[in-house]
């Protein structure tokens, strides 16, 4: 069940920030950072479609159903998804579930899920509904071209692949073994990257409008400098 318990909007709060990027460009980390910089909240869609993962595997649906899962049917999933302040909160089971859905086995299963388009319809209007007000930064794979269309900045975020394993190794392994585990990172990374381009719904794909905005040579705090000065110039927005 998804259960928004947010005021009726009374008046616009603030603009609609979206960045959007293939895994590892560093969207979700360089959004929760310039949020936190312009006092928005924060939208990490990515982490609404690991939720459902999670709940779908949790609660031992077999995977070949999932295809034929209807709205009504995600809906009795045990998962609440709730706003509190500026952060979202997801439990499963009353349960927080923010770190278990970062797993292994989640992530190996999620672009799947989120090429359902059944899923897609059943977040859809949960993830428009936090924007309803403004004041939002949501990052993800189609924040810009298919949930926020009407965003005042788009942004899309690249790297090079290598360097977006490098990253990725680095939120949760030790240094040492970086070399050796590289490569599959890279190919773990690239797997994703190309469920999510070629997907028959939303796929992954740079807004017409969206800026785009290289990190590869980048370290995280020029990342988020760009990018609030991208917004300060387009929008006035921000120190
Ligand atoms: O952080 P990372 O880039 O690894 O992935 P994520 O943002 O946690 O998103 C996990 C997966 O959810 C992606 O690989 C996409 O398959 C899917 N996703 C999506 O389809 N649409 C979004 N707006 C966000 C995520």
Redesign the pocket.
Known sequence: MIDLKLPKPTRLEGIIVTI?G????G??STAREVAGALDYRHL???????AATFSLLRESINVKEWEHLTVSDLDLLNLQILPMDDKIIMSWDQKNISSEIRSAEV?EK??YV??LPQV?KWLFETQQNLGLNGRLVA?????GEV?FPEAEVKIFLTASLEVRARR?LLEYIDPKSHDEMLDDEMKRINK?DL??QNRQH?P?VQAQDAIQVDTTKLTFHQQVKTLLGIIKDLTGIGS
């Not at 293939?22 to 460009?25: I, T, V």
């Open positions: 959007d293939p895994a590892g460009s969207k979700t990490d869609s990515g982490s609404l479609y690991r992530t999620v672009s989120a090429s897609r990052d993800g794979r189609d924040m949930v990725r994703r469920a999510d939303s992954l």
